[in-house]
């Protein structure tokens, strides 16, 4: 459906819905979920062909840019957490056609940047007369701004690191052309990507990244491991090496004393000497290896 249909002058949204008026304003249509009928109402209102707007807005389409004679599409990816479930994620796409005296932004799946957008842009009429290439210029920075918070609360979502990357590729390419000023926020997000811990969207460092901020001490198991249970005391030594280097050691005493047996020339004392000597000698050093492995020696 069409969500709304506006024309703006020097910033400034005009009475009455939006028409192909000429003038030296620009038409911003918004649309969500759009049919053919409103392919065709688009067309005829911002003065294109409907097939044409068809082929550019319908989905899925991959996340990019793609030029057309008469304008520019930009695809970009959308992921929101629906309201009253926190561990759900929906994902859908934004489609942003714009040309030189129009701009259609075309929602699948959830509002995700284009939330508020267009009220927020009202209100700043400077942003507003830029026209469409300022329009699609929000609209990908709101874009960047969504990826940063959604990960700055789940950054070990791979649904959403996965979004993010897909929206760096035409972010990075916009910034390379039309769009210069949004190198800075693809930069950002692309940091982002590679920590797997964004920053916050207005720039301020995270708590745990704040500038001689004391680390907590880290435990001797891998990371994201549970502690293991009847881990044996370390009694106070510094590293993991000491301790392998004693239990390997502790290891090695029963078969010594097993030799020292056979040089004593102790198994003379009955026909089963060794077989027994050797048999307790294994069970005693099995049992030492099961417990230093399980309590992280080894």
Known sequence: MIVDSARYRDGRRLAGPGTAAPDDGFLWIGLAEPGEAEFAQVGAVAGLPAALVAQALRTPRAAGVTRYPQALLVVLPTVERPAGQPHALTTGQLLVLVGDSFVLTVRHGPTGPMRGLRARLE???HLLAGGPTAVLH????????GCLTALAADPGSRVL?????????????????PLPGLRASAERLAAACEAGAAPRPDGAPRPEQAPHAEQAPQPDWPPHAEPPSGKLPSGGLPSGGLRRL?????????P??????ALAGQAS????????AIGATALVCGTLHRLFKHGGWL
């Open 123 to 125: 209100r700043q009429p």
């Open 269 to 276: 004392a009955g026909p089963y000497g060794y077989p027994l």
């Open 256 to 261: 010594l004393l097993l030799g020292g047996y």
């Open 246 to 254: 004693g239990a390997w050691v502790a290891l090695a005493v029963p």
């Open 161 to 177: 690191r996965a979004a993010a990357r897909q929206a760096l590729a035409p972010l990075r390419e916009l910034a390379g052309g």
């Open 138 to 145: 929000e609209v990908c920075a709101a874009t960047v701004d």
